[in-house]
């Protein structure tokens, strides 16, 4: 897959990596490439252009940028009709006193957000509940076949299959949730992952896992 990332922090960077080592190109889109506060690591096959043109070669283009960003990034991005957009921002803010938040909650996310201005894209939210760490490194030894999931939502089930793909690759298990609406509880469950991390002195080294046992059937009568 063609992967157009924007954004080349932290977990643009990591995803990239990760994505390149499972046998995807990845095309960076920057403001600025070459000269970039933040520049996008360098491996092989990787390139990096304008965020239009790195937007218009992606069959997916993931966003991750800052929040606040996100009018900026969205306005240069181009004609997305029909094209799969990852959303792994997270709407944070943070008060005069260090409290972290969240700009926008329970009566919608900044998935919804994004989708409203991106009316004809598929906005699926995905790879927003973990620090990026997790992104380079997926794996917990001694859990058995017990592997970290993925949450995503979307309201288009193609778009959630190719985004399930992209995260099968970089060993999670992909968890359908739903609809886009599903963002508002994906959102916050970021904001819990990183208030425990830094109740764990800042550790990023835990993932979230999902435990099934098999559904009893109900008593007759
Ligand atoms: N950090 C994590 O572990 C983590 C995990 C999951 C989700 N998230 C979410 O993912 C997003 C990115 O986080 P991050 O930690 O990777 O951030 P970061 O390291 O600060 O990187 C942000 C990237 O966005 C670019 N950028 C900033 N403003 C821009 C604009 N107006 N137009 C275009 N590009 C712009 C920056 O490029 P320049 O060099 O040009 O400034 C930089 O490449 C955030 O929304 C965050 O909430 C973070």
């Not at 959303?87 to 260090?98: Q, Y």
Request: charged fraction near 20%; glycine fraction near 12%; proline fraction near 7%.
């Amino acid at each position: 897959m063609n992967v157009a990332i924007i954004g080349a922090g932290n977990v643009g960077s990591a995803l990239g990596r990760s994505w390149a080592k499972a046998g995807h190109s990845i095309i960076y889109g920057v403001r600025n490439p070459g000269g970039g506060k933040t520049q996008p690591p360098t491996f092989s096959g990787v390139s990096s252009r304008l965020i239009p043109d790195a937007a218009r070669v992606g069959d997916v283009v993931v966003l991750a940028t800052p929040w606040n960003a996100i009018p900026d990034v969205v306005g240069a991005l181009g004609d997305m009709k029909g094209k799969t957009i990852i959303d792994c921002t997270n709407p944070l803010t943070l008060s005069p006193e260090g409290s972290l938040g969240l700009e926008i909650g329970s009566t919608s996310s900044g998935a919804e957000e994004i989708q409203k201005l991106l009316p004809t894209a598929h906005v699926v939210k995905a790879f927003n509940t973990y620090g990026w760490e997790n992104f380079e490194n997926s794996t917990y030894p001694g859990y058995g076949d017990l592997k970290p999931v993925m949450f995503l939502c979307s309201d288009d089930d193609d778009a959630k299959e190719m985004v399930a793909k992209l995260a099968t690759d970089l060993g999670f298990e992909p968890i359908d949730t739903g609809g886009l609406g599903m963002a508002r509880s994906l959102e916050p469950l970021a904001l819990l992952w990183i208030r425990l991390a830094i109740r764990e002195g800042r550790n990023p080294n835990f993932v979230w896992g999902v435990m099934r046992r098999a559904a009893t059937a109900p008593a007759a009568g």
